[in-house]
């Protein structure tokens, strides 16, 4: 799955350049500046929903600074295929994951899928075949032992978090609860990716178990475990334009596209933002849309330097690589079984090695289209980033030609891939949880400095990596910048907490809305 409905926020980059002073080469003369209450940087997910919580409670006068020329983020789309024959295919996020459950609640992503209309299919991952270097090879019952020691782990992440115990790796997870694999046995890998990496962007080794449980169970146990793949012509960011047009009108003024933020002065009582173009806006408050992977990658800078707890939180987390790579062969020399979803390879080599393809020329999606796509994550991606695509395409075609066939399998029409590890304004895919992190730790990571306030995936307790991660953590902000707005005298605080001190585990004492803990792990709504 992903980001396969995750991910979030905007196309912004910026250096964030904090209070300078007037003798700095950068320092603006700000009554030049275009004045308004809220400037929000990135017309993603988070940012168009932080923009709809301040106009729903009336208050209109904001900006929206966006990099790109359309809004939406990392959920982005292309045209792919040949002339007569070409597509739209998600290079980002690309599921609604969790819908709804009869009597239970809706995931908001799911509300605003069905008021745009979006075509979707249920993506059946038990729909799946296996293969190695030799071609086909039934090893799915190896999935049943994977998913027996995963109810194992559940339990123990449950323990950590209500106990108050150390976390640890998923992987260590796993070995106590009586999965691991021989480092040799590449189909018990296979599944193993199957399972894990293919969600978080991360191995086992790298991801916290006791907050990756508490991620998944708060989506699928909370909402369903259903996984709607978005195949519209118009693009899955359709859903956001859709929530746009509820308060923005064709062509408004209020929304700045193709503006590249590099600066940023913060202080107590406002915030200027500078642009490339020269341009600045001075806003009473702003929200800062930009990805993990934007502010961990030097693209932003601060000035005065944020407080170390800031650096610390942003530092601790990590931002993963989804990729896909899209092939098109010949509509009438489709060589693989259209009726099945899926098809996991387990190279005799390397671990995630172009592990997971997935028909999109089958019942229910686009029939006819001869497309298929692998996906790779995290080192492979940052490998596959790098090279041409012509070597890319070289390896890609080698793996199939081994699962099906020298003789089957003929040279793709089409062939496309996205970089996001080298986007200057994603650097990465969505964010994950490293192994010994805590509550506290992560809300260091979404606490404002200042009046300049954070939301996005990456920000969310409890949903991160989830496009309505984005959602929650965009509106939450929106409603608390709207009541400070609206107070006549300044009097609401709506500053967040975060600790100077950190601890190695949070108490439960600590799971609450402070600390952006919204829901209990604990239910089965979905399940």
Not at 195 to 222: A, L, R, V
Not at 273 to 297: K, M, P, R
Not at 452 to 480: I, P, R, W
Request: charged share 15%; proline share 4%; with cysteine.
């Amino acid at each position: 799955m992903y980001l396969q409905g995750r991910i979030t926020s905007g196309f912004v980059f910026l250096e964030a350049c904090l209070g300078l002073s007037t003798s700095s080469p950068l320092a603006r003369r700000n009554e030049t500046c275009q004045k308004t209450s809220v400037a929000i940087l990135g017309a993603g997910t988070a940012g168009i929903t932080a923009a709809q919580a301040l106009s729903n409670q009336s208050v209109t006068d904001f900006l929206i600074v966006e990099y790109n020329g359309d809004i939406g983020g990392r959920v982005a789309h292309t045209s792919f295929g040949v002339p007569n024959n070409s597509y739209t295919v998600e290079l980002g996020a690309n599921w609604v994951q969790g819908i709804v459950t009869p009597g239970g609640p809706q995931n908001p992503i799911w509300t605003l899928a069905l008021l745009a209309n979006l075509t979707n299919t249920y993506s059946n991952y038990s729909s799946i075949e296996t293969f190695n270097a030799s071609g086909a090879t039934d090893y799915t019952d190896l999935i049943d032992d994977f998913e027996d020691a995963y109810s194992t782990l559940e339990q123990d992440a449950g323990d950590i978090l209500s106990m108050n115990l150390q976390d640890r790796s998923v992987r260590a997870g796993l070995r106590l609860a009586g999965w691991s694999p021989a480092r040799n046995d590449m189909e018990a890998q296979a599944v193993e990716w199957w399972e894990w990496d293919w969600e978080y962007s991360y191995t086992p080794d790298e991801s916290s178990e006791e907050w990756g449980i508490i991620n998944y169970n708060t989506t699928f146990y909370q909402y369903s475990d259903a996984n709607n793949y978005v195949f519209d012509r118009r693009g899955f960011n359709q859903f956001i334009k859709t929530e746009a047009a509820t308060f923005l009108a064709a062509n408004d003024s209020r929304l700045l596209l193709n503006t590249i933020v590099t600066n940023i002065t913060y202080s107590d009582n406002s915030v200027t933002v500078y642009n490339a173009d020269g341009s600045c806006i001075e806003a009473d408050y702003a929200i800062c849309t930009f990805s993990l992977g934007v502010l961990q990658n030097d693209v932003v800078t601060f000035d005065p330097p944020l407080p170390y707890w800031k650096q610390e939180g942003l530092a601790t987390f990590q931002m993963g690589t989804y990729t896909k790579i899209f092939l098109q062969f010949p509509p009438d020399q489709v060589f693989w079984n259209t009726s099945t979803q899926f098809f996991l390879y387990a190279d005799p080599l390397e671990r995630g090695y172009y592990p997971v393809y997935q028909s999109l020329d089958g019942p229910g999606f686009l029939e006819g289209s001869g497309i298929l796509f692998v996906t790779v994550v995290e080192d492979q991606s940052y490998r596959v980033e790098q090279q041409t695509d012509e070597e890319t395409q070289t390896q890609v075609m080698a793996v199939l030609r081994s699962m099906f066939g020298n003789d089957t399998v003929p040279d793709p029409i089409a062939f496309m891939y996205p970089r996001w590890s080298e986007e200057p304004w994603a650097y990465g895919s969505y964010s994950n949880w490293p192994p010994g992190t805590t509550l506290e730790m992560h809300q260091n990571l979404r606490a404002n400095v200042g009046n300049l306030f954070f939301a996005g995936e990456a920000t969310s307790t409890e949903y991160y990596g989830f496009l309505h991660g984005a959602y929650f953590e965009g509106q939450d902000v929106g409603h608390a910048i709207a009541s400070a707005v609206l107070s006549k005298n300044g009097s609401v605080d709506i500053d967040e907490a975060f600790y100077e001190v950190l601890y190695g585990t949070t108490p439960t004492t600590q799971l609450n809305e402070t600390n952006g803990w919204m829901v209990t792990s604990f239910q089965t709504n979905g399940f």
